[in-house]
């Protein structure tokens, strides 16, 4: 039987998701393993965008950053950060955004900001980034993040992206043109929006349960009629990741 450890299978099924052709806003670090994981099996023809102006970005090694100089050997263009949010972002042209979070809430929020009240918080994070942006005019957003309670309120301390809002008529109303996070990928299973934009658990890994997903979940998680199970990761997806991807385990640990 074929061991794996929890990121890997984020990682993996959050690679499956994505489409030959897709244009992805990538980030680093997880999110980039599963890119280029996707480029190295079914999505050959998947174009990279890092925030720093890189397109068609080809690494050769795992990135450290937005700005490694790896992104730029064989890249297809190299522009300012400037135009690769106003001129590809914003314009519809950015199929896929990856994006994670201290907190992510039953509408698909996500909290990179504070935990804790604003003015005095618990706990200061990183912030937006280009994670705001992203959230607004990608076409669609997924979302990697370890199931733990902690990490799904039902309201976030700080809405620093915008899923739903309060449901899909408010994101909406907002006018973000995007269509918002399709899915959460977790260490237990995958959550979808339904119709009001309220997460629902859709699909399990194998050998997770419903039971564990609820109780690491802050609200009441519903349970999609009909719960699939994910296909296991192969030998072959965890053998690019291992010895191609991250030879190193700075992200697979």
Not at 59 to 83: E, F, H, K, N
Not at 118 to 146: D, F, Q
Not at 213 to 225: K, S
């Amino acid at each position: 039987m074929t061991t794996y450890n929890s990121s890997e299978l984020m990682i993996i099924n959050a690679a499956r998701m994505l489409r030959d052709g897709d244009v992805v806003f990538v980030g680093v670090g997880q999110p980039n393993l599963a890119c280029n994981l996707a480029r190295r099996t079914h999505a050959p023809n998947l174009v990279m965008i890092y925030e720093a102006g890189v397109i068609g970005a080809q690494p050769a090694r795992l990135p450290l950053s937005i700005g490694d100089p790896t992104l730029v050997s064989g890249a297809t263009s190299v522009c300012s950060m400037y135009d690769i949010f106003a001129f590809y972002l914003q314009r519809g042209n950015v199929d896929v955004g990856f994006l994670g979070g201290a907190q992510i809430d039953k509408y698909g929020n996500i909290n990179a900001t504070v935990v804790g009240d604003y003015e005095h918080p618990k706990v200061r994070l990183p912030g937006s980034g280009g994670s705001m942006e992203i959230a607004a005019w990608a076409n669609r957003c997924y979302i990697m993040t370890p199931h733990q309670k902690r990490r799904f309120p039902e309201k976030v301390h700080f809405r620093t992206s915008a899923g739903f809002l309060s449901g899909r008529a408010e994101r909406e109303a907002a006018g973000l043109r995007g269509a918002g996070p399709q899915a959460v990928v977790t260490d237990l299973g995958i959550m979808e929006p339904d119709e009001t934009g309220e997460l629902v658990l859709t699909a399990l890994h194998p050998e997770k349960t419903a039971e564990q997903a609820r109780e690491n979940t802050g609200w009441d998680l519903r349970v999609a009629a009909q719960l699939s199970t994910t296909e296991a990761p192969t030998g072959e997806e965890l053998r690019i990741l291992r010895e191609e991807l991250d030879p190193e385990r700075i992200h697979l640990k």
